[in-house]
């Protein structure tokens, strides 16, 4: 960049001498690269980090641990008030808030209302299944909840706990609200409760929020802390599947006592993006590693009989050492256990198959957050912390210090490979980096080469030839192309009439294309649900009495946050393929080597006054000015349909078919509007060509006349003429050094 603003510094007094065709080109660099290499930075700049997991999977907590040695990030109230968020440095500790829309919001009032209906249908159905002779008895709220989709519960929840705290939704739609004036991120982590902690007066309207955190441990990172359920909102499942799509590094947590169970893989499932997953950093963490540890009674006396090999003084260290191996070691079997458990539950379902393979080919880490930050200030435990610890230390007859804890918590290997992935993102960001410069250099360097090769035709045309020789040439080159104008514009009609089969073939391929992505997967899940049992005596002839128990009931739902990524996915590969064939249809190189070639073909070449090199030079500046128009398709949204239809992240029942038909019905909309948009893009094209070739022989004859007119003023004080072309010419010679 530095070179480029030198070169044209030692061009910019010869403008007037240098053909205008490269000194552009050359001009337009210079903004080009500040674009792309800004847009590489600024895509490159941070390691973005996201972290995956249900609710009390300890996601928090491990950031938290990880980042910043301190609870900065409030746990959330329930699962249906969790609210995604985004962590990054800043100068100044803040936080930006954003609300929900008014079409989130319709959307979760009409889940709402949907799941009063479902509790009263619920609740008469419960009724009813008790018999007709049986004394009636109520059943519970969590009875009646047990049988309705969660979604559906979540929303009315949301719903429930904006009327208890006096909120009118619609004076805060689509607003941000900004957090500042704290002194330190305590303070700041305080003020976010009202947002998203326990109770807070906003956090049933909060969609997200963006910290911006004044620790130098953030810079350089952009962490996703991700709601841990299977948001219900849509429009805010999209946007953790797009952040998702744009990190470089996952963490999917689970909790150590469940490890990897059906909640797991719905989870990860359905927050998780399949496009290019194989490409980050995927860590599956076991979480809650004390607490396991605590309730393993075995452990404690396989490691220290293990320990009784070494001297006293060392016995209670190496018991630790071998205990931690043993839990590993055993949980590293438990995950194998639930990868077979797993894949042999997901049979049928490709895309939950594709993203277990790629989980198991990683080994799990296992951590305990929460040893990690008692060891940063032991001295000040809660109550809670204080029995934890009390019952840790008891269960496994360890003295856990400071140094122990942090052995136990295990988030500094974590935290190196935040470290590791980090390095490896500026290695790739300096290798972008230096393919634009290459790149650069490269296209300046030619650039300079031909301003070379033009400034020494110029030298030539200027030394020899006489002006009567230039009558002759003018004259001769204006009748000659007149009389070919037709030859000319069929090079140009051969061009679009190939192009426009490709493009033909191109239309099928799309259409083709639709079937890959027509198809939405129904996946296997689980729900526990109550159930009414009669434990009389007697046959209840002295009266019934009843008792409610509970069963995993196997379930089967279709993900409407697949369907968004399916359509999204087709329209991006539509438009990815029509620029692909822009550039494959159109050789623009070819068409003016045609061109030039049939030019040229209408004049006598075997004269020996005919000079070719002064006809190319004007022929070619012709030439350059043919352009194929940009294609930019904008901005699209085909998934509103499918958001506004169905709100909640899953649909289950009759209501798969719907999504299935909605799906279908989307994906032909994509496939018929590309059609249109790529009908309207090759018409744009075929203007534009017929259009050059209409002012062809026009613009060119016009061109030679100026090119030779300039001719005549240079041979008129040729003296001074080539004073200017040599002094450009040496300034092109210095231009080429520093390329």
């Not at 009327?163 to 976010?192: C, N, W």
């Not at 360097?445 to 030839?465: H, T, V, W, Y």
């Not at 993900?559 to 822009?582: G, L």
């Not at 506004?644 to 989307?666: M, N």
């Amino acid at each position: 960049m530095k070179e480029l603003q030198q070169i044209l510094k030692l061009l910019d007094p010869h403008v007037h001498a240098l053909e205008a065709e490269p000194l552009a080109q050359l001009q337009g660099m210079e903004e080009k690269f500040g674009k792309d290499l800004a847009s590489v930075r600024d895509e490159g700049r941070n390691l973005r980090i996201a972290v995956i997991g249900q609710m009390k999977s300890g996601k928090s907590s491990f950031l938290n641990a990880a980042l910043f040695n301190q609870v900065v990030l409030p746990k959330a109230e329930t699962p249906m008030t969790a609210a995604l968020t985004s962590i990054v440095y800043g100068s100044q500790s803040r936080a930006e808030v954003r609300f929900y829309s008014r079409e989130d919001w319709a959307g979760i009032q009409a889940r709402a209302d949907e799941y009063a209906a479902r509790y009263v249908q619920e609740e008469e159905r419960l009724l009813s299944a008790q018999g007709p002779f049986a004394a009636p008895v109520a059943p519970t709220p969590a009875e009646i909840e047990s049988h309705i989709d969660p979604a559906l519960s979540a929303c009315a929840e949301l719903v429930r706990k904006a009327r208890e705290k006096g909120l009118d939704p619609g004076a805060y739609f689509d607003q941000t609200r900004i957090i500042d004036s704290m002194q330190d991120v305590g303070e700041l982590a305080h003020a976010l409760q009202d947002y998203v902690g326990a109770g807070g007066r906003y956090t049933p309207i909060t969609k997200m929020t963006t910290l911006h955190l004044n620790d130098e441990r953030l810079r350089g990172l952009e962490v996703i802390d991700t709601p841990g359920f299977n948001d219900p909102v849509v429009s805010r499942g999209a946007i953790t599947r797009s952040h998702l799509a744009r990190c470089d590094v996952i963490f999917l947590l689970s909790p150590l006592g469940q490890f990897l169970g059906a909640s797991d893989m719905q989870v990860f499932r359905e927050q998780l993006p399949e496009a290019g997953l194989g490409e980050k950093a995927v860590f599956l963490v076991g979480t809650q590693r004390d607490l396991t540890l605590r309730q393993d009674g075995k452990l404690p006396g396989q490691a220290a009989r293990v320990a009784e090999r070494y001297p006293p003084n060392e016995r209670e260290n190496v018991t630790l050492q071998a205990m931690l191996q043993l839990l590993d070691r055993k949980m590293s079997g438990l995950a194998k256990e639930a990868f077979a458990r797993q894949v042999q539950g997901l049979r049928g379902e490709p895309r939950s198959l594709r993203l277990l393979e790629e989980l198991k080919s990683r080994s799990p880490r296992f951590v305990s957050s929460w040893a990690w930050l008692v060891a940063q200030d032991p001295n000040k435990l809660s109550p809670d912390d204080c029995n934890h610890y009390a019952d840790l230390c008891r269960s496994t007859g360890i003295s856990f210090d400071v140094e122990r804890l942090k052995a136990l918590s295990n988030i500094p290997l974590l935290a190196h490979e935040i470290v590791a992935q980090g390095e490896r993102k500026r290695e790739l960001l300096a290798a972008k980096e230096r393919q634009l410069a290459d790149s650069l250099r490269t296209t300046v360097k030619r650039c300079l080469e031909d301003a070379r090769r033009a400034l020494a035709e110029q030298r030539r045309q200027i030394q020899g030839g006489t002006m009567a020789e230039l009558e002759r040439l003018e004259q001769q080159a204006v009748s000659r192309l007149e009389k070919g104008r037709l030859k000319l514009e069929d090079v140009f009609d051969e061009q679009a009439a190939a192009a426009e089969e490709k493009f033909a073939m191109l239309k099928n391929e799309l259409a083709g294309l639709s079937r890959d992505y027509a198809r939405i997967e129904s996946v296997k899940g689980t729900k526990r649900e109550s159930y009414k049992v009669d434990v009389s005596i007697f046959g209840g002839f002295f009266g019934h009495t009843w008792e409610t128990r509970y069963r995993d009931v196997d379930t089967v739902y279709a993900s409407v946050q697949d369907a968004i990524e399916k359509i999204d996915h087709y329209a991006h590969e539509c438009m990815a393929r029509f620029q692909e064939r822009i550039r494959g249809s159109f050789d623009l190189d070819q068409l003016r080597r045609n061109l030039s070639a049939a030019a040229m073909a209408l004049f006598d070449t075997g004269s020996p006054d005919f000079d070719g090199e002064l006809m190319l030079s004007g022929i070619n500046k012709s030439l350059r000015r043919i352009t194929i128009p940009l294609v930019d398709f904008g901005k699209t949204d085909f998934t509103a349909d499918i958001v506004k239809q169905f709100g909640t992240g899953q649909v289950s029942d009759d209501a798969i078919e719907g999504l299935r038909q909605a799906h279908r019905a989307a994906i032909m909309s994509v496939a018929k509007e590309i059609g249109r948009q790529v009908d309207d893009k090759i018409k744009q094209i075929e203007t534009s060509l017929q259009r050059s070739a209409e002012r062809f022989v026009t613009d060119m004859s016009r061109d030679i006349q100026v090119g030779l007119q300039n001719l005549r003023e240079q041979r008129a004080d040729r003296e001074a003429a080539l004073k200017r072309i040599d002094a450009a010419a040496q300034a092109v010679e210095r231009a080429l050094v520093l390329a």
